[in-house]
């Protein structure tokens, strides 16, 4: 069998699909420790293997997770305004529905400046 211009051997080979094996058939690290992990997550990366966040579905929330879950649908142009306005461009920027009940059950009459100041009102300013 000719291998070409590979740089490690059959048998280093074989021994690497071994040791991903375990993570590439659960989809999460399945060692008990991040040294042994072929590759350790990241500080930032998502935790995707505990299931998807929810705003509202999970404990309190810190006001920058809902901040950054707000991001993802407002963008800078639909500050000020008021709840509804805001809970309508979440609306038509798809986010989840959690998320748009607890910004449409804001106060009608105060207006949000910017997108902290929307997380902190969600959140109770925690």
Known sequence: MQRGSARLSV?????MKHELQG????????R???WNDPEPPAEDDPEVYR????????????PESVRLELARSLNRHDFPATAREL?????RGNAH???VE????????ARYGNLLALAEAVTGGE
Not at 23 to 30: A, N
Not at 87 to 91: C, F, K, N, S, V
């Open 102 to 109: 607890r910004v449409s059950r804001l106060p009608r009459s």
């Open 97 to 99: 529905d959690d998320l």
């Open 11 to 15: 048998y280093r080979d074989d021994e």
């Open 87 to 91: 809970a309508d461009a979440l609306r």
């Open 51 to 62: 299931g998807p966040r929810v705003p509202g579905k999970s404990e309190r929330q810190s």
């Open 23 to 30: 993570l590439l058939r659960s989809g999460h690290p399945t």
């Open 32 to 34: 008990t420790e991040d």
